[in-house]
């Protein structure tokens, strides 16, 4: 069963950092690309970021681009998400997310729970 | 690169079908067979319940149905039930990255 496991998430000032890591299991981690996306209080989705398989094809939102590092260890089954310069824009729940091909360009097939971010001073 | 555009609401009786549009562009629904459905209860993640256009996950109920035409998917609900209601959202490959519909709310009345 693929499990997803974020943590990292919490109250955060406005200009300071966060960094977010999600735990894979269940499914051979390094065979898919891996997303990172975000839902504000009652919002929609949005897509934050993603990354091949072998981190060689990364992307970003223009939202968070130049502000947010997205990256994987694939020997430890890991993905994380590096925010900084947050603002308070950027309060919302971070889900990571496996994408069903080594590719970053199609829809998720699984999901995490979700970590809750809030900037606010 | 747009949200896809979804009703924000839609509704129907115990036992009745409902249908959820979703409507791209060729750059990214019309263009791909590559289109995932999600429901979303809340409080918790979403859950896909049907990709490639038509297809359901195993465990996912033969009362959702999905289909595409041009640039336009939707999603089918038939035999609705109480469990149904949540928020519905769309999603399409792009070249570039995955694009979310703006979420559809569904009621059971």
């Known amino acids: 069963e693929v499990q997803l496991v974020e943590s990292g998430g919490g109250l955060v000032q406005p200009g300071r950092s966060l960094r977010l890591s999600c735990a894979a299991s269940?499914?051979?981690?390094?065979?898919?690309?891996m997303y990172w996306v975000r839902q504000a209080p009652g919002k929609g989705l949005e897509w934050v970021s993603g990354?091949?398989?072998?981190?060689?094809?990364?992307g970003y939102a223009d939202s968070v681009k130049g502000r947010f590092t997205i990256s994987r260890d694939n020997t430890k089954n890991s993905l994380y998400l590096q925010m900084n310069s947050l603002r308070a824009e950027d309060t919302a729940f971070y889900y990571c997310?496996?994408?069903?091909?080594?590719?970053?360009?199609?829809?998720?097939?699984?999901w995490g729970q979700g970590t809750l971010v809030t900037v606010s001073s | 690169q747009s949200a896809l555009t979804q009703p924000a609401s839609v509704s129907g009786s115990p036992g009745q079908s409902i249908t959820i549009s979703c409507t791209g562009t060729?750059?990214?629904?019309?263009?791909?067979?590559?289109v995932s459905w999600y429901q979303q209860h809340p409080g918790k993640a979403p859950k896909l319940m049907i990709y490639?256009?038509?297809n359901r996950p195993s465990g996912v109920s033969n009362r959702f149905s999905g289909s595409k035409s041009g640039n336009t998917a939707s999603l089918t609900i038939s035999g609705l039930q109480a469990e149904d209601e949540g928020d519905y959202y769309c999603?399409?490959?792009?070249?570039?990255?995955?694009?979310f519909g703006t979420g559809t709310k569904v009621t059971v009345l």
């Open positions: 490639e256009v038509s």
């Open positions: 060729s750059s990214d629904v019309g263009g791909y067979n590559y």
């Open positions: 999603s399409s490959y792009t070249s570039r990255s995955p694009v």
């Open positions: 997310a496996k994408s069903p091909s080594s590719s970053g360009s199609y829809a998720p097939d699984h």
């Open positions: 269940g499914f051979t981690f390094d065979e898919y690309a």
């Open positions: 990354i091949s398989w072998n981190s060689g094809n990364i």
